[in-house]
């Protein structure tokens, strides 16, 4: 069992930063992918970016150059790095640990970005 407790989203102005957090906690050494994805109105959940026990990081396209997840072993925590943010990311960001037992994956409770133009 893993759990992950989302923090850092909030109401922020276009071209504004915002640092989402992500803290697991439970069977860590389980883990073997970290990401984050979002869900806006009426639309469906995509990924955002995601970070693997390799290093190795992904980004979607839209946020590739503006956002960066990365990682603190220590802290058992992820982060998602915004900047340059757009009204288009407004929306419900998750957090997702995969294992590496096949289709086991976690998800937080989601935290809201709002971006206004």
């Known amino acids: 069992q893993v759990n992950l407790v989302e923090s850092g989203g909030g109401l922020v102005q276009a071209g504004g930063s915002l640092r989402l957090s992500c803290a697991a906690s439970?069977?860590?050494?389980?883990?073997?992918?970290m990401g984050w994805y979002r869900q806006a109105p009426g639309k469906q959940r995509e990924l955002v970016a995601a970070?693997?026990?390799?290093?190795?990081?992904n980004y979607a396209t839209s946020v590739k150059d503006r956002f960066t997840i990365s990682r603190d072993n220590a802290e058992n925590t992820v982060y998602l790095q915004m900047n340059s943010l757009k009204p288009e990311d407004t929306a419900v960001y998750y957090c997702?640990?995969?294992?590496?037992?096949?289709?086991?994956?976690?998800w937080g409770e989601g935290t809201l970005v709002t971006v206004s133009s």
């Open positions: 997702n640990a995969e294992t590496y037992r096949p289709g086991e994956d976690y």
């Open positions: 439970g069977s860590i050494f389980s883990i073997s992918a």
């Open positions: 970070i693997h026990s390799d290093g190795i990081r």
